[in-house]
Antibody, heavy 117, light 112 residues
Framework: EVQLVESGGELLQPGGSLRLSCTAS????????MHWVRQAPGKGLVWVSR????????SYADSVKGRFTISRDNAENTLYLQMNSLRAEDTAVYYC??????????WGQGTLVTVSS | DIVMTQSPLSLSVTPGEPASISCRSSQSLLQSSGYTRFDWYLQKPGQSPQLLIYLGFNRASGVPDRFSGSGSGTDFTLKIDRVEAEDVGVYYCMQALEPPYTFGQGTRLEIK
């Protein structure tokens, strides 16, 4: 059974940094693209970033480009999202999702990031 | 960026009755491979999103056959033949043709 477990979310002040993790199990992590998707409280889904199997190809939403960095450790079956220069508008539940030919076929339960002074 | 526009944004349906949600993209989602990079997701209350329909019309594993997807190019439809209580939640369309991937605003389905 595919499992994705996000962690690392917390309350922090504007301008701060945070690294989210997503630990994968139940599939061969190193052979799949992975995504981060976020959802602000009471709002819709917003795609954030994706990374290919070996970490050599990444893409970002314009709203996070230059501030967020996606990466992965295939030996540890873990996906990361390094978030710098955080803003109030980055407050959201962050989901990691497994990619299958572009679609996100498995999602984690999410981790809440709150940016507030 | 490709803009995804859903309608309606909310609907209230009597159990056993059909429901339909539309989604329009600002450009064609037909890839040179012949695949249409368009998916539907459902987020049930208090849960993570789940994949419903992929590549326009394929049901994801475990999705009941009362759900169907249709459309091509820029216009797509999700139909539920007979709505059940467990179908409540927010339905999102998404384009996976090119990054940044983009979602529609979401359509909230409630039961009358």
């Amino acid at each position: 059974e595919v499992q994705l477990v996000e962690s690392g979310g917390e309350l922090l002040q504007p301008g701060g940094s945070l690294r989210l993790s997503c630990t994968a199990s139940g599939f061969t992590f190193s052979t799949y693209w992975m995504h981060w998707v976020r959802q602000a409280p009471g709002k819709g889904l917003v795609w954030v970033s994706r990374i290919n199997e070996d970490g050599s190809v990444t893409s970002y939403a314009d709203s996070v480009k230059g501030r967020f960095t996606i990466s992965r450790d295939n030996a540890e079956n873990t996906l990361y999202l390094q978030m710098n220069s955080l803003r109030a508008e980055d407050t959201a539940v962050y989901y990691c999702a497994k990619d299958l030919s572009g679609r996100q076929d498995n999602w984690g339960q999410g981790t809440l990031v709150t940016v507030s002074s | 960026d490709i803009v995804m526009t859903q309608s309606p944004l909310s609907l209230s349906v009597t159990p056993g009755e059909p429901a339909s949600i539309s989604c329009r993209s600002s450009q064609s989602l037909l890839q040179s491979s012949g695949y249409t990079r368009f998916d539907w997701y459902l987020q049930k209350p208090g849960q993570s999103p789940q994949l419903l329909i992929y590549l326009g019309f394929n049901r994801a594993s475990g999705v009941p056959d009362r759900f169907s997807g249709s459309g091509s190019g820029t216009d797509f439809t999700l139909k539920i033949d007979r709505v059940e209580a467990e179908d409540v939640g927010v339905y999102y369309c998404m384009q996976a043709l090119e990054p940044p991937y983009t979602f529609g605003q979401g359509t909230r389905l409630e039961i009358k």
